[in-house]
């Protein structure tokens, strides 16, 4: 059975920092991808960041040198590093990772972050 459990999520002030994680088991992590989606209170989940198995690296517009995500494979875990952080930046952060063959993907269970003073 494949588990993601994202933690790390909180409350922080304009400008601050935070770092996410996501424990993934049930999955041969090395060899996927992995991802964060986003999404704010009345809007639609959106794309953030995803890393490839072998460590390249996709950010959405609106995080692109602000936010860094990496991978410990030995700790099958996925981490965003947030930076700058700006209030339009609240949301539910979401861990993904696509499933190999037919079906949806695996997400996690969510981790809010709220940015405000």
């Known amino acids: 059975q494949v588990q993601l459990v994202e933690s790390g999520g909180g409350l922080v002030q304009p400008g601050g920092s935070l770092r996410l994680s996501c424990a993934a088991s049930g999955i041969i992590f090395s060899i996927n991808t992995m991802g964060w989606y986003r999404q704010a209170p009345g809007k639609q989940r959106e794309f953030v960041a995803r890393?490839?198995?072998?460590?390249?690296?996709v950010y959405a517009d609106s995080v692109k040198g602000r936010f860094t995500i990496s991978r410990d494979n030995a700790k099958n875990t996925v981490y965003l590093q947030m930076n700058s952080l700006k209030p339009e930046d609240t949301a539910v952060y979401y861990c993904n990772t696509p499933r190999i063959g037919p079906g949806p993907d695996y997400w996690g269970q969510g981790t809010q972050v709220t940015v405000s003073s």
């Open positions: 890393i490839t198995s072998g460590g390249s690296t």
